[in-house]
């Protein structure tokens, strides 16, 4: 046991030996900054979990979007030869929700990581922004589409990358009004994702002067005392007619069996169909094609969808941010991303933040499961500064005010 | 076209490439390549009547002649290929094979090497034309996309769309010497014909970016905006310069116009409206006429030069990418 402690011994001696003979060498060239990116998830996140028919039978997988961001740092590499400056990306897959500000706290103290891409619900964002105040940190959301988190919480510290709810359900009306599909029968699920569905749907038929001919709570079961509620055919029974109807459904199973189920030939939009997205796999303008291979060659195989493109694009804005400041600072950094900046999403239009609520503006695609149908903002949807302020919330029509 | 064995191929390659060359004829023929019909139609100079519809591999793009102007290569990028054209022929001979996606490249007639960039695997492939055989993969950054060879031979640059660099690379030694960060997503080369400066188009920055070739550095930009447009709607990506140096045109994509740009000056001299998301872009040999891909308006549109009106749009293949004539 002696022996084998000493053996030991001059083995991490060596190690020691060759560690400091690498970093004399290196010590000669002065080593590159680097910038680090922190990827934050949880396990078991009930968001990712599969939405399945049956046990086997999965109808979508909902994975972490992770892939997204790290297709950008490798997009970065290339970059960090000419820029002299290294990017990192590091995944932090925490237990719980809870456990999630100990282990940004920890990777800001220990590794001096700044830019966070979260991957968690909305709730979670409220003790993250807390946490980090005062401290130069930027959270990036890559997949809370939810409204409240940007006008009610409302925090400098975030940059939302994914679009708004209200920003989706614009998209999807404009195209409804442009193909003048004013009339709307809207089908709202128990959820409460479908309330807030419903009810951005709702504020953008208002923007947009459609109609909602009826709106009627649909509840998925084979009960008879409730077929008002789950018969297809029932509920999409009305004397008046109607150009299409809408459906929020975040548990899929009802709306996945409406279509060629309704009471007249209409189209089915929201959950199903015609969904308004952020990023579709067919999309093939501006350099699209490419993008989704890289995914899925980086992904073994699978379709990059709105979250990957979410976190995709918060790494790029980092990268971008060192390239066009040369400068690996956070300060100058942050400034350069929430200064009005234009990046290139591969969606056409620059994406850029909104300096009110830092939401990133940004087309919206219409998207059935197979081709880009259009993309908002549609032609002839006009802004006087910039048509994608067509989409979710302008200056003046959300309480939060984070302009400088 | 398709062939099924290798070895077919290269006899095939091999007895076409023996063929004594013959000189220009000065056809004046045009020949404009559609990645969505996956054809290269060849149009009378005059008349700009279809006179021949050559079938090629899939998603036909780039478009270059070898020096006697007997060969016409045509990438395609679905079918990770250069198709060989006989221009007295008008049909498609041989078939290279490239790396996956090629989309631009460049001719070395007097070394028989291609240098094409393939934006799939971001590498530029260094192609043997005789033996019909990639012998170098150059790695670039990801989405190499615009290609222009030194008049020697001797440096290549290749812009890389997602790292906004542009890459200077040693041809003999097959690697990259130097990089430029350039304008956001930096697409296609021109260069003044003095080898001062090369001009390269960035497509999200709405400009062009002027490199001094000597220092490597960048030593200017011009910057587009028709009257009426906002900045986020120009997105420049083809660039083609009169043979004296003195005029160049930028198709503007989205903007839907070509820009006239002044090249000493470097100072915009006005904006010629053309036909939805124009890309590609040719001169004649006299410059005189200007022709100009429009990509989603499945057109061409003809510009005279000393007007700088525009004065017929020509119904093509679905997606027209480029335009190469035989003057």
Redesign the interface.
Same mark, same amino acid.
């Given at each position: 046991m002696i022996s084998r402690r000493r053996v030991l011994g001059r083995y991490w001696l060596a190690i020691i030996l060759v560690a400091s003979c690498a970093h004399a060498l290196r010590a000669q060239e002065p080593p590159q900054p680097r910038v680090t990116i922190g990827f934050i998830d949880i396990e078991d996140d009930p968001r990712h979990e599969p939405i399945r028919a049956y046990e086997r039978m999965i109808l979508k997988t909902r994975e972490h979007p992770f892939v997204g961001a790290k297709v950008a740092i $490798?997009?970065a590499q /290339?970059?960090s030869? /000419?820029?002299k400056i290294d990017f990192a990306l590091e995944r932090l897959t925490v237990k719980s929700e809870a456990a999630l500000v100990p282990a940004v706290t920890q990777a800001r103290e220990s590794r001096g990581i700044q830019f966070f891409v979260v991957d968690a619900s909305a709730e979670a964002f409220r003790p993250l922004v807390e946490a980090v105040r005062e401290h130069d940190v930027l959270l990036f959301n890559a997949t809370a589409p939810d409204d409240w988190l940007r006008r009610e919480l409302c925090s400098r510290e975030i940059v939302h990358t994914l679009p708004s709810l209200a920003m989706t359900m614009d998209g999807l009306v404009q195209h409804l009004v442009s193909r003048k599909w004013r009339d709307i029968l809207v089908l709202q699920g128990p959820a409460a994702a479908d309330a807030a569905m419903t009810k951005a749907f709702d504020a953008s038929v208002k923007k947009f002067g459609a109609r909602i001919v009826a709106k009627r709570d649909f509840k998925p079961g084979t009960d008879p005392r409730e077929r008002e509620k789950n018969n297809p055919l029932l509920l999409t029974a009305l004397n008046r007619d109607y150009d299409v109807i809408f459906i929020a459904d975040d548990a899929f199973d009802f709306a996945r069996q409406l279509p060629y189920q309704t009471q007249r030939a209409r189209p089915v939009v929201g959950a199903i169909d015609l969904e308004p997205v952020a990023w579709h796999w067919t999309w093939e303008r501006h %350099?699209a094609p490419?993008l989704n291979?890289?995914f899925q060659r980086a992904s073994n195989g699978r379709r990059m969808d709105s979250q990957d493109w979410a976190s995709w694009i918060a790494v790029k804005m980092v990268v971008?941010a060192a390239?066009r400041t040369g400068s690996a600072d956070f300060a100058k950094q942050r400034e350069f991303i929430l200064g009005g900046n %234009?990046f $290139?999403g591969y969606k056409?239009? /620059?994406v850029s933040v909104r300096p009110w609520d830092q939401q990133l503006r940004q087309a919206v695609f219409l998207a059935t499961p197979n081709a880009v149908i259009a993309s908002a903002p549609i032609d002839g949807f006009l802004h006087r500064t910039?048509t994608l302020d067509t989409l979710g919330d302008d200056e003046q029509e959300t309480p939060c005010k984070l302009k400088r | 076209m398709i062939i099924g064995r290798p070895s077919l191929i290269f006899a095939f390659v091999a007895a076409v490439l023996a063929v004594v060359p013959a000189a220009a004829k000065n056809t004046g023929l045009i020949f404009v390549s559609n990645e969505k019909s996956n054809n290269v139609l060849v149009l009378d100079p005059k008349t700009f009547k279809v006179v021949k519809d050559i079938k090629t591999a899939k998603r036909p793009r780039d478009m270059h002649f070898n020096a006697d102007r007997t060969r016409l290569y045509v990438a395609c990028g679905n079918d990770d290929a250069i198709d060989v054209i006989d221009v007295a022929k008008l049909e498609v001979i041989g078939r290279l094979k490239t790396g996956s996606s090629p989309e631009t490249f460049a001719i070395d007639d007097a070394r028989r090497r291609i240098y094409v960039a393939n934006e799939e695997t971001s590498t530029v492939a260094v192609i043997d034309i005789e033996a019909n055989k990639i012998v170098q993969d150059i790695k670039t950054g990801d989405e190499p996309e615009g290609v222009h060879l030194s008049d020697d031979g001797k440096t290549l640059y290749v812009t890389s769309e997602v790292g906004n660099l542009v890459h200077q690379i040693d041809t003999e030694a097959g690697r990259v010497t130097k990089d430029v960060i350039v304008g956001t997503r930096p697409r296609r080369f021109a260069a003044t014909p003095d080898g001062r400066e090369l001009w390269v188009t960035a497509e999200l920055a709405g400009e062009v970016t002027i490199i001094d070739r000597a220092k490597f550095a960048v030593a200017g930009k011009i910057e587009f905006l028709p009257p009426g447009m906002r900045k986020s709607d120009v997105t420049p990506v083809g660039v083609a310069m009169t043979r004296d140096g003195k005029t160049a045109f930028v198709t503007l994509g989205h903007a839907a116009h070509v820009a006239v740009v002044d090249v000493a000056a470097r100072k915009v001299e006005g904006y010629i409206l053309v036909g939805k998301r124009p890309w590609g872009v040719t001169l004649a040999r006299d410059d005189r006429t200007l022709f100009v891909a429009n990509g989603l308006g499945d057109d061409v549109t003809i510009i005279d030069v000393r007007s700088r009106k525009a004065t017929q749009s020509i119904p093509v293949g679905r997606v027209p990418w480029g335009i190469v004539i035989d003057d």
């Open positions: $490798d997009e /290339a970059l030869r /000419a820029l %350099g490419q291979s890289r971008q390239l %234009g $290139d056409g239009l /620059a910039n | -």
